[in-house]
T-cell receptor, first 115, second 115 residues
Framework: EPEVTQTPSHQVTQMGQEVILRCVPI?????FYWYRQILGQKVEFLVS????????KSEIFDDQFSVERPDGSNFTLKIRSTKLEDSAMYFC?????????????FGEGSRLTVL | AQKVTQAQTEISVVEKEDVTLDCVYE???????LFWYKQPPSGELVFLIRRNSFDEQNEISGRYSWNFQKSTSSFNFTITASQVVDSAVYFC????????????FGKGNQVVVIP
């Protein structure tokens, strides 16, 4: 069964370092998303991406964040200068042709620990 | 703004008992979508069910059923005859029709099924 894959599963970094989280969405999906979940808290929307551009972003997604789909298969989230509060599980998701079908397919997450 | 409240935090049941999870939502949109997701210990988010705001028919899907009451803005979820594999965190989520699958999640219910 097709699935969303994310790498790395866990990354530890020093505050101020750049981090790139990678995702391979399901191949025929058109919409891509990043969500994050701080330990013990709710899952929060970061950004949605369609047709090679950001379609919506939350207030969390400030200038230190960027997304890219560099090669038609990978979908990356870059955090330019990490802060302690960026420590969280980051989920990539993709969905098919219909916006708001709600059936997002999530990856297993990338846990980011900022020291 | 969207808001989802899951008042219960941890619920423990003995195997084969039913468990009902409460969800109350707030939205100003007249068209919206409600979801339940499961997060097992492995960490991924698994889509379970979706409901449109204009369809209040309650359904059963296997051991899952839901009770959508628009008048009280509630979307409760029941697992019948619980099994140990049902132990997970369950998230209720809401998206508005104009949102690009921008899901607002509740804080989640930790369900522990005791064998």
């Amino acid at each position: 069964e097709p699935e969303v894959t994310q790498t790395p599963s866990h990354q530890v970094t020093q505050m101020g370092q750049e981090v790139i989280l990678r995702c391979v969405p399901i191949s025929n999906h058109l919409y891509f998303y990043w969500y994050r979940q701080i330990l013990g808290q709710k899952v929060e929307f970061l950004v949605s991406f369609y047709n090679n551009e950001i379609s919506e972003k939350s207030e969390i997604f400030d200038d230190q964040f960027s997304v890219e789909r560099p090669d038609g298969s990978n979908f990356t989230l870059k955090i330019r200068s990490t802060k302690l509060e960026d420590s969280a599980m980051y989920f990539c998701a993709s969905s098919g042709a219909g916006v708001n079908t709600g059936e997002l397919f999530f990856g297993e997450g990338s846990r980011l620990t900022v020291l | 703004a969207q808001k989802v409240t899951q008042a219960q935090t941890e619920i423990s049941v003995v195997e084969k008992e039913d468990v009902t999870l409460d969800c109350v939502y707030e939205t100003r949109d007249t068209t919206y979508y409600l979801f339940w997701y499961k997060q097992p210990p492995s960490g991924e988010l698994v889509f379970l069910i979706r409901r449109n705001s204009f369809d209040e028919q309650n359904e059963i899907s296997g051991r899952y059923s839901w009770n959508f009451q628009k008048s009280t803005s509630s979307f409760n979820f029941t697992i019948t005859a619980s099994q140990v594999v049902d132990s997970a965190v369950y998230f209720c989520a809401l998206s508005e029709a104009r949102g690009n699958n921008r899901l607002a999640f509740g804080k989640g219910n930790q369900v522990v099924v005791i064998p």
